[in-house]
């Protein structure tokens, strides 16, 4: 928490959200859902995905780039494979629909491998394996951006030529240890923690992000608010890099809905296109004997001596888990550019509540 923060009750949050919503268009039991996926995103710390981005929600919905009476649709089902259209819904309805209808053909058949095209921005693609991973399943997902603007560089390149093109993988709780959840950008940081950053003055780690001249820089000001000057850069080099032009070709091929190559219009929403692979623990052998064998890898990488004490080695989806806790019981901070942002965009949609 920085400086001139507050801190707003995830409940409070919520119901905020939720009003803009639906002043923009949005059904009531959508404009709900959509409003705790933001918030959601926000207690499990990854601020770049919550509430921030309500601005760019109500815009996309009064502008017509999400379609809030749109029902998202199977399009091809045949043995182990799924095709899902978004048909531009709100992405946590097609996120959530697509997840539902894999979870029954990978009970079926020990695997389903699914694809969704043009859903609204999807959010915290960590949902998406949390759900999958406390029904049971184990999930790979590979997503990619369209619609919108390029936002990070290839690897020894200058300027954007990819979305920010998340990877998750999320394997089930054991009886001794909570669910693996590996949630993560391709690019150094995420879009929106260089808009935080920017609303908030600070810096970001130096090379996270290019400016105008394609030189690496700390300094997001190219950033701030929902504009973009400059790009950001891959993380690790040739290795993010090849993972998202992977998740870009998986994604967006795979799914029909396509990639973020300029011959596909870009109306300067978000769109999302997802390729998922759900399966049945049960289905690769004894789950006794892999669950024993996955907690004494758990015990063994966690047994690590800390190079700081103050921090100890956790495993991925711990840092959310806690966080979480925290924040539910004392609120999600908000910074003062930020907080100025929601009101301005509750306000034009004739919302009278305020926030701070």
């Known amino acids: 928490m920085q400086p001139g923060d507050i801190r707003i009750s995830a409940a409070d949050l919520t119901t905020f959200c939720a009003a803009a919503l639906a002043g923009a268009g949005a059904k009531d039991g959508d404009a709900r859902a959509v409003a705790e996926h933001l918030v959601m995103a926000n207690l499990c710390g990854h601020d770049s995905h919550g509430i921030g981005l309500l601005p760019a929600y109500v815009k996309h919905a009064v502008d017509g780039l999400v379609d809030v009476n749109a029902t998202p649709e ?4 045949k043995g182990a494979i799924l095709k899902v259209a978004g048909h531009d819904a709100w992405g946590r309805m097609a ?18 491998a699914v694809t969704l095209s043009n859903a609204h921005h999807l959010g915290r693609i960590g949902a998406y394996g949390e759900m999958a991973a406390n029904a049971g399943f184990t999930a790979l997902f590979f997503v990619n951006v369209t619609d919108h603007d390029p936002m990070v560089a290839p690897y020894q390149g200058t300027d954007a030529r990819f979305g920010t093109n998340p990877v998750c993988i999320a394997l089930p709780p054991t009886g001794t240890r909570p669910a693996f959840l590996l949630d993560m950008a391709t690019s150094r940081i995420a879009m929106g923690k260089a ?6 003055g600070l810096r970001v780690p130096f090379g996270a992000i290019l400016d105008e001249n394609g030189l690496p820089t700390d300094d997001p000001a190219g950033f701030k608010g929902f504009e973009q000057k400059g790009a950001l850069a891959p993380i690790g080099d040739h290795k993010g890099y090849g993972l998202a032009f992977a998740a870009e070709l998986l994604a967006g091929v795979y799914s029909g809905g396509g990639t973020i190559q300029p011959g596909h219009e870009r109306r300067g929403g978000i769109r999302n296109q997802m ?3 759900v399966m049945q623990p049960d289905a690769f052998g004894d789950i006794s004997a892999m669950e024993r064998e996955m907690e004494a890898m758990w015990d063994y990488a966690l047994a690590s001596p800390p190079a700081d004490w103050d921090s100890p080695v956790v495993a991925p989806g711990d840092p959310e888990r806690s966080l979480r806790k925290r ?6 901070p908000l910074d003062a550019e930020t907080l100025k942002q929601l009101n301005a965009a509750a306000e034009a949609v004739g919302v009278t509540e305020r926030l701070g």
Not at 74 to 77: N, V, Y
Not at 103 to 108: C, L, N, R, V, Y
Not at 195 to 200: I, L
């Open 95 to 112: 996120g959530e629909f697509t997840m539902m209808a894999a979870f029954p053909k990978a009970e079926d058949l020990g695997v389903c």
């Open 74 to 77: 199977i399009l091809h089902d």
């Open 275 to 277: 390729m998922a692979v």
């Open 327 to 332: 924040r539910a019981a004392e609120g999600v």
């Open 195 to 200: 808009r935080v950053a920017a609303n908030k």
